[in-house]
């Protein structure tokens, strides 16, 4: 015969069980507890009761009079029996210094002498004691009447022992009668809420759920796309490791507001919106994102789900393949005019004029030699001479003259390892290209590109400036061309209005700044400075050496 081992039960029927068993131990606790301490306080409430109503009587100015008389049992008995009853007290004893009473409530014992201490209030204080009288034992006050420095009477106020008792029994009974509502009210509760729960968690027992919660935390560890989610008042409920390094966030989130992240404000009204986002690219402070958001409901807005991809590198990837786009096509297009100059070359030695033809030759490749020239004695740091001489022959293609500025003095090695040519590439290639774009069409299309170091406030800083003579910025955009999306010109297949913001990102990130100026003699002017130091820390608390976005063809 085998015998059935049963499962563990669920996790509701053990809150349950729980609950029924701390709820029965709290009540018979606290029912122990009040009986052994409302003794105590219903003896303490006795004493101030029958101190208050001692201390009113002897202050009474009737009182004090009625002790002058021949008779003074005469006005106090009647005052004495009226007082006990308003007071609820059960004796009230006036009596002279003696201890002879005036007052009682058994008349039979006016005249006696009164059976407890009076030594202390002779001595003109108030004083509370418990003492066998005739009325049994007894919580008393004794208190003098005085007439200025003179005692002249004595008032005894007190509450029967036995009454107190009593008392401390009604409040018992009306407490066993709260306790056992008590414990019926919460095991019906308990009931309740566990049914409920049972329905919430599918019977689930602890090891399920725990073991339910292990799985969801690996989950959310091991992704590496970042995930938030916010609830019905845009607060984060939740958010993975890959949304924290994605956004820049550091310590406890979760309850927080969007808006006080300290986001790009394009990205906090992405997050803010109430209407889906799919695929749309943000800037923060290092990185290149793009977001989707998905409203969560049910009837009512319970919620939104984000996912964060990092694209900055796929960015890089895109730029450097534009430029190297622009290369080729570059190429391709010298390729065929030296064609040309090599059959203009060859047409003139089958003619027998071979110095025409050498000289034709010589003069093409000095004129090739002369700009390499002038562009490597200006910069000669090699990747900046590259970027020069590549955009120089794109701009030249697309009908706008390239040229650098003879202020323009940049030393090979002169840049610190926190400021690697790939970032400087990103950022004067995308100035460059809005240049070009803006000029071209114009009157005499020229890009003047300015490239030197200086120093400012004892910082030595970098300087890129570059100029145009297209149509300038309207000064109402100068502050919008820097950011994400905004663009004068068509949309492309890849987007515009991404290369300033860019630009922006880069020099931030590494301490500088971005400004727009009115060319002389129209046009628009960019002009980057860049700190040629070691910075212990940059904007958004991102390394300086951390790898740049480059976007291709910066628009405004």
């Known amino acids: 015969m085998r015998l059935s081992v049963p499962g563990p039960r669920s996790l509701a029927g053990q809150l349950f069980a729980m609950q029924a068993v701390l709820i029965a131990v709290v009540v018979a606790g606290y029912a122990l507890f009040s009986y052994v301490s409302d003794r105590s306080q219903a003896e303490e409430a006795a004493t101030r009761q029958a101190r208050a109503v001692a201390r009113s009587v002897a202050d009474s100015p009737s009182v004090l009079a009625a002790t002058r008389t021949a008779d003074p049992s005469a006005e106090l008995q009647p005052y004495a029996l009226k007082v006990m009853r308003d007071t609820e007290v059960d004796f009230i004893t006036i009596m002279d210094p003696r201890g002879i009473r005036w ?48 005692v002249v009477g004595l008032v005894s106020a007190g509450i029967r022992v036995e009454e107190i008792t009593q008392r401390v029994q009604d409040q018992l009974t009306a407490l066993l009668g709260v306790a056992a509502g008590a414990l019926v009210l919460g095991a019906v509760g308990t009931y309740v809420i566990n049914a409920r729960l049972r329905r919430h968690t599918h019977g689930m027992n602890a090891a399920e759920l725990s073991r339910m919660h292990d799985y969801h935390q690996a989950a959310l560890h091991a992704v590496r796309e970042g995930l938030l989610m916010l609830d019905g008042q845009y607060r984060v409920a939740l958010i993975n490791d890959g949304g924290r390094e994605l956004l820049g966030v550091a310590g406890d989130v979760v309850g927080r507001s969007v808006a006080e992240l300290g986001l790009p404000a394009p990205l906090t009204g992405a997050l803010l919106a109430s209407e889906p986002r799919v695929d749309e690219v943000h800037l923060t402070a290092s990185r290149v994102l793009v977001i989707n958001t998905s409203p969560v409901s049910g009837g009512e807005r319970r919620g939104t789900v984000v996912t964060l991809r990092d694209v900055t590198e796929l960015q890089s990837l895109m730029g450097e393949l534009d430029s190297e786009r622009g290369f080729t096509q570059a190429l391709r297009s010298q390729a065929h005019e030296a064609a040309n100059r090599l059959h203009t070359v060859v047409s003139l030695i089958e003619l027998g004029r071979a110095e025409e033809a050498v000289e034709f030759a010589t003069a093409e490749l000095e004129l090739a030699q002369a700009l390499t020239d002038q562009v490597v004695a200006a910069v000669s740091e090699p990747v900046l001479a590259a970027l020069l001489l590549g955009k120089t022959a794109q701009a030249n293609e697309r009908g706008v003259e390239l040229m650098v500025s003879q202020e323009s003095s940049l030393d090979d090695g002169l840049l610190p390892e926190s400021l690697p040519a790939r970032d400087l590439v ?31 406030e004892d910082t030595p800083e970098l300087v890129l400036r570059v100029s145009d003579t297209g149509p300038g910025v309207d000064p109402e955009h100068a502050e919008a061309v820097f950011r994400r999306g905004f663009s004068t010109k068509p949309a492309g297949p890849g987007g515009r209005g991404l290369g300033l913001a860019l630009v922006r990102q880069t020099s931030q990130r590494h301490g500088g700044s971005l400004t727009v100026a009115e060319a002389d003699g129209g046009g628009a002017e960019f002009e980057v400075r860049l700190p040629l130091r070691e910075p212990e820390t940059v904007a958004g608390g991102v390394p300086s050496g951390a790898p740049a976005a480059r976007g291709a063809g910066g628009d405004a």
């Open 103 to 150: 007052t009682h409530p058994d008349p039979r014992q006016i005249g006696q002498t009164f059976q407890g201490h009076t030594e202390p209030a002779l001595r003109g204080r108030t004083f509370t004691e418990t003492y066998t009288g005739t009325l049994g034992p007894s919580v008393r006050a004794v208190t003098p009447i005085q007439d200025g420095p003179r």
């Open 426 to 456: 990103t950022i004067l290639g995308n100035l460059i290209d809005n240049a070009v774009d803006a000029a071209q069409g114009s009157v005499r299309a020229r890009v003047t590109v300015a490239a030197y170091t200086r120093t400012s």
